[in-house]
């Protein structure tokens, strides 16, 4: 079954510093893609950045990067330069794209998140 | 204007009550979603439905309904309103692959 398991229910950093979040997934489908998103305290979902299973380079936007470890099952959020508008929750999730585990093909499964603070 | 509209954004009301929550998007994608989240879990989905005659259950459909009116239109009903079910509700869509795009959110509280 596929699974998104993020370790860290809240971390902390000081601004200007660079962060890592971690997540880990799970999936026996070849075809998937790895999604992060931000939701700050006023609520919305933001998607940050994408990495499909079949992307040989790491993606990047921004200040966002994706450490993706394939053989690891690991997709790590690195967020460079941390300004204090970067506190909020970070989820971490993913789509299987071929296989479908009863009927929900495609559907996204987030992880529990993990809270980030940026220290002044 | 938003790519994907959810109203209302807040309402509060009482057991018992049928309320429905509307998702409209302009990105012209056919998958539409609605998520549940409640505090300190991550989002859990209720309903998704791939096209206009397509509707599925998601992880937690009990207490809810959908109707998918159009490509762009996708509502989510609560026939008899229950406590439990304040939460912060989600609307999302998107196409075969790629990130979904959510709305701003709902904050539906049942006294």
């Known amino acids: 079954a596929q699974k998104i398991t993020q370790t860290q229910p809240g971390m902390f950093v000081q601004e200007k510093e660079a962060v890592t979040l971690d997540c880990t997934y799970d999936t026996s489908d070849p075809s998937y893609g790895l999604f992060w998103y931000k939701q700050p305290s006023s609520g919305e979902m933001i998607f940050l950045i994408y990495q499909g299973s079949y992307d040989q380079q790491n993606a990047t936007e921004g200040r966002y990067s994706l450490n993706f470890q394939k053989a690891r099952k690991s997709a790590n959020l690195v967020i460079s330069a941390s300004q204090l508008g970067d506190s909020a929750m970070y989820f971490c999730?993913?789509?299987?794209?071929?296989?479908?585990?009863?009927?929900?093909?495609?559907?996204?499964?987030f992880g529990k998140g993990t809270k980030l603070s940026v220290k002044p | 204007d938003a790519d994907v509209t959810q109203t209302p954004r807040n309402r509060i009301t009482k057991t018992g009550k049928r309320i429905m929550l509307e998702c409209s998007q302009t990105k012209g994608h056919d998958r539409m979603y609605w998520y549940r989240q409640d505090p300190g879990l991550g989002l859990r989905l209720i309903y998704y439905s791939f096209d206009v005659k397509d509707i599925n259950k998601g992880e937690i459909s009990d207490g809810y309904s959908v109707s998918r009116q159009a490509q762009a239109k996708f509502s989510l009903s609560l026939e008899s309103a229950i406590p439990n079910q304040t939460a912060l509700y989600f609307c999302?869509?998107?196409?075969?692959?790629?990130?979904?795009?959510f709305g701003d959110g709902t904050r539906l509280s049942i006294l």
């Open positions: 999302a869509t998107s196409g075969e692959t790629g990130p979904q795009h």
């Open positions: 999730a993913m789509r299987d794209y071929l296989m479908n585990y009863g009927g929900s093909q495609g559907n996204l499964i």
